[in-house]
């Protein structure tokens, strides 16, 4: 495709560019999905909680459908597969195309782990459950758990595999594949995170507990999270990590207020703990959303903070209600008001438009700023963050030209991005038309 369009271009740095930007994604990607987590589990939480849960701040805000391919009401499975490959599948099917040919269908992680990108999945369910398995096995049914063990530590092999444990995995098979092991709280806080490659943490013999029963010598979601960034971090090329809050929906099917409202709070510290990691950072994407709603919750009255809101819950099992959707950095923009589960591959994916190179959706002073920041060095080729949106190698005229030709297009930010101070842009606009002109003098054509 890309080919194509080259050749139709008769201009060769346009056809650079396009081919550098096709090439351009997030360099790291979070994706967090509250499993069961509607906007009424949402709300019941922020009225205990007695304040916005974390991921309500994020700016860019939506809603999510939710259907499996064969029913209006999709299973974990089927959902996991949307969110993570684009592809609706019948329920129970954990990313083959079925209905289809039933061929494996390319996950996210498999996407960055093609890119020499570091992985990981984390989650409250036991590690072979369908959220995960979504994103790193490929099996007719979500219950081949010995065989979505195997995916994991023999085809897909994330860095990271955080979960309960049993159910296929084992420390002895965990060991064989070349994993380290750790099987409770004190274990996972104890790892160098600095010279982990490949780590499962089998914690008990399967879901861990709820929140509200407390965890004993068992870690929080947040505990593991936290521990998966310090490990994937140390990948200078990016990572990608799903993190599941996987017992909102245990809580949903019992319809357990009080521990739904727990696992949810829990899932937003989890959330909170990211945006720690991510604040600040112009190349991370953070999503969180969820698979489906669980329960039919409906939130009646709000009794103030450390009381439960009074509700009524219409189901014990999943429903077709939408889900929200939270962003927050590259690539966020994308996600709109009314969205599909199959969106979110080609939106995680997608590269920007050319001169947005931390892809806020945005040419403005801050790409600006990769140019001149880096101006006349070396880089790595195409790295837009480096200021190469042209392609070469070199941060240059090329470069400028890219930005400033594409300046001022695309949406900006919401309010509560950083925004420059007006005095920096104009020092910043004056020094590019200085260096514009000093680099047009030294090299002649
Ligand atoms: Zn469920």
Redesign the pocket.
Request: charged letters at 25%; aromatic letters at 0%; hydrophobic letters at 0%.
């Given at each position: 495709m890309l080919n194509q369009i080259c050749s139709l271009l008769t201009a060769t740095l346009t056809c650079a560019i396009t081919a550098s930007l096709a090439s351009a994604q997030p360099k790291n990607v979070i994706f967090m999905i509250g499993?069961?987590m509607g906007p009424d589990q949402v709300e019941a939480a922020r009225m205990f909680n007695g304040g916005p849960l974390s991921f309500e701040s994020l700016p860019y805000q939506g809603l999510v459908t939710t259907n499996a391919a064969n029913a209006a009401i999709t299973?974990?499975a089927a959902a996991a597969t949307a969110l993570a490959t684009g592809q609706k599948v019948n329920n129970s099917v954990i990313s083959l195309a079925l209905p289809g040919d039933g061929s494996e269908l390319t996950t996210l992680l498999e996407h960055y782990q093609a890119l020499g990108r570091d992985t990981g999945l984390v989650t409250t369910t036991y590690m072979t459950h369908a959220t995960p398995a979504g994103f790193g096995a490929h099996e007719p049914s979500r219950y081949n758990s010995t065989q979505i063990a195997g995916d994991y530590l023999n085809q897909t092999r994330p860095n990271v595999l955080f979960g309960g444990g049993a159910h296929g995995m084992s420390v002895a098979s965990a060991q064989l594949a070349g994993y380290n092991v750790v099987t409770d709280a004190a274990g996972l806080l104890a790892l160098n995170t600095n010279t982990q490659t490949f780590v499962s943490g089998q914690f008990g013999t399967t879901h861990l507990p709820y929140e509200v029963n407390g965890l004993g010598a068992l870690p929080h979601l947040s505990q593991m999270t936290t521990t998966a960034l310090d490990i994937l971090d140390n990948d200078p090329d990016g990572f990608f990590l799903m993190v599941e809050g996987g017992k909102i929906?245990?809580a949903?099917?019992s319809n357990l207020l009080a521990h739904n409202i727990g696992e949810t709070i829990e899932f937003s510290n989890t959330v909170q703990a990211v945006l720690d990691w991510a604040g600040g950072r112009n190349d991370t994407l953070v999503i969180v959303t969820a698979d489906?709603e669980?329960g039919g919750l409906n939130v009646l009255a709000d009794n103030g903070p450390g009381n439960l809101p009074t509700v009524s819950w219409s189901s014990t099992?999943?429903t077709a209600a939408n889900v929200p959707v939270y962003a927050l950095g590259a690539n966020a923009y994308r996600v709109t008001a009314t969205m599909d589960n199959t969106d979110f591959f080609d939106l995680v994916t997608a590269a920007g438009l050319p001169g947005d190179l931390n892809l806020d959706g945005f040419v403005g002073i801050e790409d600006l700023n990769f140019i001149l920041g880096n101006w006349n060095l070396n880089v790595a080729m195409g790295d837009l963050l480096l200021g190469d949106p042209s392609g070469d190698g070199y941060v240059g005229i090329e470069d400028l030209n890219v930005v400033l030709g594409n300046w001022n297009t695309g949406t900006p930010p919401p309010p509560g991005s950083v925004v420059p101070e007006p005095a920096a842009t104009i020092f910043f606009l004056i020094a590019s038309l200085v260096l514009l002109k000093r680099r047009t003098r030294s090299r002649p054509t």
């Open positions: 499993d069961g299973d974990s929906d245990h949903g099917h489906h669980t099992g999943h």
